[in-house]
């Protein structure tokens, strides 16, 4: 039992820290006077994958790739059919009023993407760069839109209410306590979460693979789980849909992109052969929602979830 409880200690340390981070990370900038558009395009879509980055890069320099990649895989198939899927259960998402289009191309363009490289054998530096350039040219695309859009519809204020827990004024002391305590506890949960996955994929003859498809997947996708349950309750239904596209193609871009250069990512066939093809699957899901403007029902949510506890036990 003991490595599952020091999983779960993991897990809850990555998420606490996590937060701790982006709560610091947000204010201290607003203190320095970096606008609010510019830390929530950057700063907070950086703080909230934290978990999944620290997580790649931990189980690459301790020789256990196949749990980076499983993480991301997995959190992405994760992302859309159970963190949509459970929100639309409780209350349903209109997602008929959102307008996604644009971001929802570029995440397949970007899954499209990453599965080209997969198919390359190994993830390397090379394969980094590439993703990463990518995320460049995205982030770019969405700052120069929000500019213009922010010239032409409003008067330039800085929308802080729209940013958790954002506050100018918060004094520097605290806005140190969180970036200290972000800064410690990553790299201490990503420790001790891949540390005790590996013995339990050992103790258990399961692959690394199935380990970070599951256990560590699933718990990296809390965040989101929480925040889109939010949004959903507050018929935010843009925010939910939103947060689910921008984190899938941040972890695809950025996680591996970055984890490559502490070293190279081999892709065993079983990601070749299904686990990258259950992800686009999922992603085509969206298709109705995003350009048919239908909503995600409560009958659509028991569809999504129902896949997802599907994929797990063929996984497991």
Known sequence: MMPWLMSGLGLVILLLAGDALVRGAVNLSLR?????????????????????LLIAIQAVAEHAPSIALGNVVGSNTANILLVLGVPAILTGLHTSECDSRKNYIYMLIASVLFIGLAFCGVFTIW??????????????????????????CDDGADDLEDIEEADPNMPYWRVGVYLVLGLIGLPLGAHILVDNGTEIARTYHVSERVIGLTLIA?????????????????????VALGNVIGSNMFNLLAIVGVATFIGPIPVKSAFLTFDLWVMLGASLLLVPFVFLKQDITRAWGF???????AYMAMVL
């Open 218 to 238: 699933i718990g990296t996708s809390l965040p989101e789980l929480a925040t889109t349950v939010m949004a959903a309750l507050r018929r935010q239904a843009d």
């Open 32 to 52: 320095l006077g970096v606008p609010a558009l510019i830390v929530s395009l950057t700063i907070v879509a950086f703080g909230t994958s934290a978990p999944e």
């Open 303 to 309: 569809v999504l979830s129902g896949l997802y506890l």
């Open 127 to 152: 394969s980094g760069l590439v993703l990463l350039a990518a995320l460049a040219i995205v982030l770019g695309m969405a700052f120069r839109e929000a500019r213009d859009h922010r010239r032409c």
